[in-house]
């Protein structure tokens, strides 16, 4: 079980809805989780923490997200979760500000074929500064919001799977989305039943690992033409 802290909404009272690193503000939020719950989530995530630190001169913010990570960190220490991590959409102002010596135990990021080339650049170089460990590489947003969207169906991902495999478009997207990034976990919503059954169903696939890497080469280059 997993939370995220660092988002707090209007309370109604002329406050607007706002994200926060804000140590007390944070430790609040993971108390009042643990209350909600009723036991310690396993994982508190950071909640994009980016908005905050993206307007925010570099050293500063390295000190705003040094600051909430301890926060965290001292939360796991007095048992009111079991571990943290950082869940960001956009991970490249956290890339720009963590501290290495400080790493999260688990980053949420989002993945699949709707995650841009820089983001995409962005998680990998996290996880490879950071040492994040395989299993602590969760993926979310596997559709960029919407499994309906017609530019699934103009996408040719029947090339992405090793030969003679039927699948369904979201099969599809939903089983790469463990590629785009390497991750071990992905999270999609459960409002629907059937759609849920029809993505488990997808873990099954076999995907082209060369497929994959030509994908992955093809974005690397795009990257390398935007920098340069």
Request: hydrophobic share 40%.
């Amino acid at each position: 079980m997993s939370t995220k802290v660092g988002y707090f909404p209007s309370d109604g009272a002329g406050q607007p809805p706002q994200h926060s690193l804000e140590p007390a503000r944070l430790r609040q939020a993971i108390e009042q989780s643990v209350d909600e719950l009723g036991r310690c989530p396993d994982v508190v995530f950071l909640h994009n923490p980016e908005h905050t630190l993206r307007d925010l001169p570099a050293e500063q913010a390295r000190d705003r997200l040094d600051t909430a990570s301890v926060t965290v960190v001292e939360a796991v220490a007095a048992g009111w979760c079991g571990a943290w991590g950082i869940a960001s959409w956009d991970p490249r102002p956290v890339a720009a500000a963590i501290r290495s010596d400080l790493p999260p135990s688990v980053l949420l990021l989002r993945s699949g074929l709707a995650v841009a080339a820089p983001i995409l650049s962005a998680a990998d170089e996290l996880y490879r500064r950071l040492d994040i460990p395989h299993e602590g590489r969760w993926g979310m947003s596997p559709f960029g919001g919407s499994t309906t969207d017609p530019a699934w169906q103009a996408i040719g991902q029947a090339g992405f799977l090793t030969d003679g495999q039927q699948a369904t478009t979201a099969q599809v997207a939903f089983r790469l989305a463990y590629e785009l990034p390497a991750v071990t976990r992905v999270a999609v919503g459960t409002t629907h039943r059937k759609h849920l059954e029809e993505l488990v169903a997808g873990t099954e696939l076999d995907v082209s690992e060369a497929a994959v890497a030509r994908y992955r080469q093809l974005l690397s280059q795009q990257v390398a033409s935007t920098t340069a």
